[in-house]
């Protein structure tokens, strides 16, 4: 089993920037690829970005491609996403997710993640 705490979430205003943290603890956490998926009102939840169990390889999708950053401390067993230029758009709650499979072309797809945080909420607005 892996639990995993997502936090960072708040009200922003458009252009700023926000940094949301995952913590990841279970015995299998440190050998996991990471993920976060956002959910707006009213929307499906959709992939946001991934990182591969040692940060070798990363993923994003194309709307937050050059805005978001995620990376990874395998030490501490957290992922951090960067996110930047923040648009009313990006509002949403975001998830975290945990697969202990490899990533690779699967990534975007919600029903290969394990493991999944409550999410935390982000809100972009004037």
């Known amino acids: 089993q892996v639990q995993l705490v997502e936090s960072g979430g708040g009200l922003v205003q458009p252009g700023a920037s926000l940094r949301l943290s995952c913590a990841a603890s279970?015995?299998?956490?440190?050998?996991?690829?990471m993920g976060w998926f956002r959910q707006a009102p009213g929307k499906e939840r959709e992939f946001v970005a991934a990182i591969s169990r040692f940060g070798v390889s990363t993923y994003y999708a194309d709307s937050v491609k050059g805005r978001f950053t995620l990376s990874r401390d395998n030490a501490m067993n957290t992922v951090f996403l960067q996110m930047d230029s923040l648009q009313p758009a990006d509002t949403a709650v975001y998830y975290c997710?945990?697969?202990?499979?490899?990533?690779?072309?699967?990534?975007?797809?919600?029903?290969?993640?394990?493991?999944w945080g409550k999410g935390t909420l982000v809100t972009v607005s004037s």
């Open positions: 997710a945990a697969r202990p499979s490899p990533i690779g072309s699967t990534y975007s797809d919600l029903g290969t993640w394990e493991y």
């Open positions: 279970g015995r299998t956490a440190s050998r996991c690829g």
